[in-house]
């Protein structure tokens, strides 16, 4: 059974961080790529990062640039994503998702091409 779970949600403090975790099953990272979406109220979903299955190729949302990194473990099909300096405009639903598609140029903020999603997990950065 495919399936990603999200960890490491809450609530920061603004200049604080938080590490997210997507542990994925039923499949290796190996061949599938993974990337970050977060929604806030109101908003529609989008893309904050990726990195690749191939050579892990990592990318941002210029939102995020300089203060969010994507990191992966093979071994325990996990992905991570740190982020530093929290604002609160960076509260949100952070889902990851998973894709046996190329990702390259700006092909990973397609959120169609995306096979499978993990039930989100909530940030809130506020003081």
């Known amino acids: 059974q495919v399936q990603l779970v999200e960890s490491g949600g809450g609530l920061v403090q603004p200049g604080g961080s938080l590490r997210l975790s997507c542990a994925a099953s039923g499949f290796t990272l190996d061949y599938y790529a993974i990337g970050w979406f977060r929604q806030a109220p109101g908003k529609e979903r989008e893309g904050v990062s990726c990195i690749s299955s191939s050579d892990g190729s990592t990318y941002y949302a210029d939102s995020v640039k300089g203060r969010f990194t994507i990191s992966k473990d093979n071994a325990k099909n996990t992905v991570y994503l740190r982020m530093n300096s929290l604002k609160p405009e960076d509260t949100a639903v952070y889902y990851c998702?998973?894709?046996?598609?190329?990702?390259?140029?700006?092909?990973?903020?397609?959120?169609?091409?995306?096979?499978?999603w993990g039930q989100g997990a909530q940030v809130t950065v506020s003081s």
């Open positions: 998702a998973a894709t046996s598609n190329g990702v390259y140029g700006s092909r990973w903020l397609r959120k169609s091409q995306y096979e499978y």
